[in-house]
């Protein structure tokens, strides 16, 4: 079994920074591509970036400049650094990876979700 957990999420004022950290554990014998998603009150959830293993990466138009994902591959740990916070911003963030278990084919794996707020 796989679990992905997050760390990382608050409060902070607009314009602030935060670091989210999610962790892979369990019965991994790879992981392709890692993301984080974002889900606010009342909207679908969204796409907030994406790594492949390689160190490819690929962002919401909203978030490019301002946010910075990263990843390290020895640790199962993905990162996501948010610079300029905005209101906006406010939502729960979600890791989630793409990985080798020892099924027959790549699983996807949700970690719970971690709370950012900001405030105006």
């Known amino acids: 079994q796989v679990h992905l957990v997050e760390s990382g999420g608050g409060l902070v004022q607009a314009r602030g920074s935060l670091r989210l950290i999610c962790t892979a554990s369990?019965?991994?014998?790879?992981?392709?591509?890692m993301a984080w998603y974002r889900q606010a009150p009342g909207k679908q959830r969204e796409l907030v970036a994406s790594?492949?293993?390689?160190?490819?990466?690929n962002y919401a138009d909203s978030m490019k400049g301002r946010f910075t994902i990263s990843r390290d591959n020895a640790k199962n740990t993905v990162y996501l650094q948010m610079n300029s916070l905005k209101p906006e911003d406010t939502a729960v963030y979600s890791c989630?990876?793409?990985?080798?278990?020892?099924?027959?084919?790549?699983?996807?794996?949700w970690g719970q979700g971690t709370q950012v707020t900001v405030s105006s």
């Open positions: 989630n990876a793409r990985l080798h278990d020892g099924l027959r084919y790549p699983s996807y794996y």
């Open positions: 369990g019965r991994i014998f790879s992981i392709d591509t």
């Open positions: 790594i492949t293993a390689s160190g490819s990466t």
